[in-house]
């Protein structure tokens, strides 16, 4: 596990450049999503939008109970008929309630599963 900054430190950051940064990127990295060149760097986006929001680092890989992950072509699949639509509004509502202040546990538990709403990616448990 990696040192997390201070809570103190992470709750200025989202309501001085978290909350308008994750709006910002969540958008760009759709844009990247459907131009399908930049998808790498749209997926790269999407997988920091925790990050962005409220610095809070998370554990490298999935893996704590050796479960694998979907295979690939089933994640593309996926991502070419739900992932990518179904991403772009579960980012705007997740950051919808983060800003609505009462919203923002539910909202950053969706932004923990936006990868995997994307494309079926497990980061973390």
Do not use: E
Not at 3 to 23: A, C, M, Y
Not at 27 to 36: P, Q, R, S
Not at 60 to 76: C, K, M, N, Y
Request: charged residues 10%.
């Amino acid at each position: 596990m990696t040192d997390q900054h201070s809570l103190v430190v992470r709750v200025i950051w989202f309501f001085l450049v978290g909350w308008w940064l994750t709006l910002l990127a969540i958008n760009v990295a759709w844009v990247l999503n459907v131009t399908i060149i930049l998808l790498p760097l749209g997926i790269k986006i999407i997988n920091r939008v925790p990050y962005l929001l409220t610095l809070k680092r998370r554990d490298t890989g999935f893996d704590p109970d050796g479960v694998p992950q979907t295979s690939l072509v089933l994640r593309a699949v996926y991502f070419v008929f739900v992932g990518w639509w179904a991403s772009f509004i579960w980012a705007n509502v997740a950051w919808a309630l983060c800003v609505s202040v009462i919203g923002i546990p539910i909202g950053i538990w969706m932004f923990g599963k936006l990868p995997y709403v994307t494309s079926l990616y497990r980061l973390d448990a």
